[in-house]
Structure formats: C-alpha cells, structure tokens
C-alpha cells in the first residue's frame, strides 16, 4: 500500500476552498429546484416543501465531509435523490468527489447506482408522461456520465502532476547524492595529496632534529634547545596535520592545494631520504611516455613507503625498485629489515591503506607483508595508461 504524501498547509486550504466551491455550486441547484419544483411527485403535500428544504440545506451541509467519506456521501444522496428530487444536485457532486478521489472500483460501483436510480428518480421523484421518460432518463444518464468522466479526468490529471512532481523530487535527491559523492571523491583526493606530500616532509625534518638532538653534548647548548624545539614542533605539526587530514574527510575542513607531484623526480625524492640519514638502495628504471597521472600516482607510492619505512625501521636499509614500460606497466618494490625501533610521531596515519585505495583506483594491484628473509615487503603494479 502506497503511503500518502502528507499534505501541506497550502494544500488543505486550497482543498477547502473547492469544498466551498462545490457547497455553493450545489446550493445554486438546490435553489433552482425549489424555485420551479413542478412537475411534483404524487406524494407531495403541504408538508413536502419543509421536507424538501431541510433536505436540500443537510445535503449541501453534508458536502463539507465529501473528501473524508466519499463513497457513504454519494450512496447515501444518490438513494434519497429517488425520492426527493432537491438533493439531485448534491448527489452529482458527491458522485463527481468519488470520481475525482476514490479508485476505479469505487467509482464502478457509485457510477452504476447512480444509472440505476435514474430511472426511478423520473418514475417516482418526478413523474413525467410516458413520452418524456426515456428524455428524462437519458439526460439524466448523461449528466451521470459526465460528471464521472470529468472527475476521472481531473483525479489522472493530479495523478500525473503528483508522478512528475516525485519524479522531479528524486532526481533532485540523485543530483544531491551524485554531487555529495564528487566532492567526497575529492575530499578524499585532498587528503592522500596532504598526507603523502606534507607527512613526508615533517618525517624528514622530525628525523633530522632528532638525529642532532641525540648528539646535543657536542653543539651549542642554546643551538641544541633550538634543535629540541624543532623536533617538537615538527611533531606537533605532523599530528596537527593528521587531525586536519581527518577533517577534510568527513568534509569539516575542506581546503584547496595546488600539488602536483607530476613535476618532481624520483630520484629527487630518493634523495631527499638519503640527505636526511635513511639509507637507500634504488633503481629506478621507468620508460618515458608515462602520463602525468600515473606519473604522480607513482611519485606518491613511493614517498608513502619511504616515510613508512623511515617511521617504522628507521635504522635499516631500504631497497627499492620501481620499473616500467608500456608493455608491462610499472612496478613498485620496497623492501626493508624490521626492526623493533621505531620514530612514529602522533598518533597512526592512513600509511598503507591510503596508498592501497589510490592504486586500486588506477586499476593497479598492492601487496605487502613480512618475509620468509625477515623483511617487510610491499610490492605495487599500475598500468602504464590511465583507466
């Protein structure tokens, strides 16, 4: 069963406004029948008129109800119009209300009993001669019909306008949805760029600090404070970044970064490692003609490993391998002995599960895990296009 769309302020007043329309319509043709009753039933007496007035004012003060008790209304008027021919006109708009309101079976049903009486209507309510009954009838019939046809009509109209309407009302809600999902989509962008580019740099500068601050008895004791002091803001920084990085996900803080690690070598950034007292082992043979895409994709994974390999093993050697052409895309391997030391400042980061999601949305595969040999290994394919 279809739930009913709650109806508005608006709507109701504009439904009793019809309600006062269709009162008044009726009542023009209730007094239209007491003005020229003739001809008048056999039964008709001096008390006929008092009954025909009263009746006529209940039916139009019946009609405020039309919309809550459709079908009972017009059975009900349609079977006193047999008898009483001044609630007529109130009964066509109670057929008309079930018409325009009801279902197909309802209004089958109202619509036959309403042919139905008719014929008894001009028999009874208002005898006609025998020349002018089947006239009666058939007027009467075909005002039936209209009524029923011009409700049915206004009820596939609302019908259709109401279907637009919940149409226009979903994908109203499906834009919402789509555009929600882009701007996740880059919030998330946002954040790995953050994370991968900034957390490394802070790694760096946090591992240079510490290295000198460890030798503090052979430098300056105001130049070691200064070191001390560097360490800890670039500790403070990196968490900072972190709880910034979390925000731009759930969509708190979104902010724009012009970063584009396209324009940036590896061997650059194997460098920076190497400058910073990790120990490297490299080779980096990638072919030319890699996209900018997948360029910065690569640039990013690296990185990520290094600064991983940094946090968690910081006094071992790190191997790495990245290879690549257009006949077998490009491969990634960083290897590096575990060690039970450790630099981690702040609180975890996204590390590995970041740079997972970002290759297996270029369509590229990431494994990574303890050796047999006692090393951690993290091996990574992209393709050499883009998806």
Known sequence: MNARRPRSTADGAQARWF?????????????????????????????????????????????????????????????????????????????FTVAGHSSLRPTIWATLLALCSTPVQVVVGSPLRDTDFWRGVL?????????????????????????????????????????DGARRAEREEIARDVHDSLAHRLSLISMSAGALNYRREEIPAELAEQIATLQGNSRAALGELRSAIGDIRTGIGSREFSIDPANFDLLDLVEDAQDSGQEIDETITISAGLSPTTTRIVYRTVQELL???????????????????????????????????????????????????RVKMHGGRLTAGPTAAGQFEVNVWLPWKDR
């Open 19 to 95: 309600d006062i329309g269709a009162m008044a319509i009726a009542a023009l043709m209730v007094g239209l029948w007491i003005r020229d009753p003739a001809p008048l039933p056999a039964y008709s007496g001096p008390i006929y008129d008092v009954i025909s007035c009263v009746s006529g004012a209940a039916s139009i003060a019946a009609l405020w109800w039309r919309r809550r008790f459709p079908l009972v209304l017009a059975c009900a008027l349609l079977v006193c119009s047999t008898l009483l021919p001044v609630v007529s006109g109130p009964s066509l708009v109670a057929l």
């Open 139 to 179: 007027a009467l019939s075909l005002a039936i019909l209209l009524v029923v046809g011009w409700g049915i009509a206004l009820r596939s109209r609302r019908q259709v306008l109401e279907s637009l309407q919940e149409r226009a009302r979903a994908l109203a809600r499906e834009r919402d949805l789509v555009a």
């Open 307 to 357: 600064t991983n390999a940094r946090k968690h093993s910081p006094d071992q050697r790190v191997h790495v391998r990245a290879t690549g052409d257009r006949d077998t895309g490009v491969r990634i391997m960083m290897a590096n002995a575990l060690s039970g030391t450790t630099t981690e400042v702040g609180p975890p980061g996204f590390g590995l599960v970041g740079v997972a999601e």
